[in-house]
């Protein structure tokens, strides 16, 4: 009788070697491992974050995947939530069903300790998973030339982001999601968790195309924000940006302030996933947007919630790029 347990070292070993391919672009097989192993053993991700197996008889490794407890907030309520993460079947073990298992196992036991909502974020479209019971939360990705000409805001800089930086990181996204009806909440592990995870990922690929950057804006030497981004290949990727007091204007001088360096890198095209609320405060900017192509983000009510209507409703739910697991 196949069941799930939590992986053994050699579950883990097999895992890796066949899924490496796939998603250890770039990497070693031994950083690939390794890197695993260096974002579990933060604290937040020691606490919250698992690696599982669905295994028959003998222990053979028929499924695996990755379960995560972020806090999450939906209207009124705020608990840990259940995100499935790396859902992976090797090669001789696939179109047996043993994926679904292992999901619907997982989701079990997210009910059994009292989570509410299971999320995920898939890459292979949503028809598998809302044969499980998931819905798709619309979400957007924005493209286009970043504008020549942009004047940077006054007495504002940009510097690099350091260990010390992460309690005004959760203060100022904690700001943002105060409001919002559907957010993941990032207390400073879950920071410093997503820092390693990012920073261990860009420190192992050994690239001089692509580089990664946290960065903190200041006016005269007040944080007022930060912007995360990926630089390479010719395009600039805004991967996240924030605020003091969650404020759209001070985020789009954020984001001012980062394109004026972009330019100056030479950069003339920029990527992002951005709140609907910040494309008001970008009018000179040439913004085209469309819904998600990848990392689409899902969720299902599992206990005492039986759907999540404004989850439906196109720009409600804003899940920045740092929130996939």
Same mark, same amino acid.
């Given at each position: 009788?196949?069941?799930?347990?939590?992986?053994?070292?050699?579950?883990?070993?097999?895992?890796?070697?066949?899924?490496?391919?796939?998603?250890?672009?770039?990497?070693?097989?031994?950083?690939?491992?390794?890197?695993?192993?260096?974002?579990?053993?933060?604290?937040?991700?020691?606490?919250?974050?698992?690696?599982?197996?669905?295994?028959?008889?003998?222990?053979?490794?028929?499924?695996?995947?990755?379960?995560?407890?972020?806090?999450?907030?939906?209207?009124?309520?705020?608990?840990?939530?259940?995100?499935?993460?790396?859902?992976?079947?090797?090669?001789?073990?696939?179109?047996?069903?043993?994926?679904?298992?292992?999901?619907?196992?997982?989701?079990?036991?997210?009910?059994?300790?009292?989570?509410?909502?299971?999320?995920?974020?898939?890459?292979?479209?949503?028809?598998?998973?809302?044969?499980?019971?998931?819905?798709?939360?619309?979400?957007?990705?924005?493209?286009?030339?970043?504008?020549?000409?942009?004047?940077?805001?006054?007495?504002?800089?940009?510097?690099?982001?350091?260990?010390?930086?992460?309690?005004?990181?959760?203060?100022?996204?904690?700001?943002?999601?105060?409001?919002?009806?559907?957010?993941?909440?990032?207390?400073?592990?879950?920071?410093?968790?997503?820092?390693?995870?990012?920073?261990?990922?860009?420190?192992?690929?050994?690239?001089?195309?692509?580089?990664?950057?946290?960065?903190?804006?200041?006016?005269?030497?007040?944080?007022?924000?930060?912007?995360?981004?990926?630089?390479?290949?010719?395009?600039?990727?805004?991967?996240?940006?924030?605020?003091?007091?969650?404020?759209?204007?001070?985020?789009?001088?954020?984001?001012?302030?980062?394109?004026?360096?972009?330019?100056?890198?030479?950069?003339?095209?920029?990527?992002?996933?951005?709140?609907?609320?910040?494309?008001?405060?970008?009018?000179?900017?040439?913004?085209?947007?469309?819904?998600?192509?990848?990392? !689409?983000?899902?969720?299902?009510? !599992?206990?005492?919630?039986?759907?999540?209507?404004?989850?439906?409703?196109?720009?409600?739910?804003?899940?920045?790029?740092?929130?996939?697991?």
């Amino acid at each position: 009788m196949p069941r799930l347990v939590e992986a053994e070292p050699e579950h883990i070993e097999r895992i890796y070697r066949e899924s490496h391919a796939l998603w250890g672009v770039g990497l070693s097989r031994r950083d690939y491992r390794e890197l695993w192993e260096e974002i579990r053993t933060t604290p937040w991700g020691s606490e919250y974050a698992r690696f599982y197996a669905w295994v028959g008889d003998n222990d053979r490794l028929l499924s695996s995947l990755k379960v995560y407890r972020p806090r999450l907030q939906v209207l009124e309520h705020r608990e840990r939530t259940l995100v499935l993460g790396a859902i992976f079947t090797p090669r001789s073990q696939r179109r047996r069903g043993h994926a679904a298992a292992a999901i619907r196992a997982a989701l079990d036991q997210g009910r059994d300790s009292g989570a509410r909502t299971a999320m995920l974020f898939s890459d292979i479209g949503t028809r598998y998973y809302e044969a499980l019971g998931f819905h798709e939360i619309p979400a957007a990705e924005q493209w286009g030339p970043i504008p020549v000409g942009i004047e940077p805001p006054r007495r504002w800089v940009l510097r690099d982001m350091t260990p010390a930086d992460i309690p005004e990181l959760a203060r100022m996204h904690g700001e943002f999601c105060a409001g919002r009806p559907f957010a993941i909440l990032r207390d400073e592990d879950h920071w410093e968790f997503i820092r390693t995870r990012a920073f261990s990922f860009f420190s192992r690929i050994k690239s001089d195309q692509v580089r990664q950057r946290w960065r903190i804006a200041e006016c005269d030497g007040r944080p007022e924000g930060y912007l995360l981004t990926v630089e390479g290949r010719g395009e600039w990727n805004v991967r996240e940006i924030g605020a003091r007091g969650g404020d759209f204007a001070r985020m789009a001088q954020v984001l001012h302030l980062g394109a004026v360096e972009a330019l100056r890198d030479g950069f003339r095209r920029f990527y992002a996933w951005m709140p609907h609320e910040l494309l008001d405060h970008l009018p000179d900017w040439e913004i085209r947007s469309s819904s998600r192509r990848g990392a !689409l983000p899902m969720v299902l009510p !599992l206990t005492g919630m039986t759907e999540i209507p404004a989850l439906q409703v196109p720009g409600v739910a804003y899940i920045p790029y740092q929130d996939q697991f």
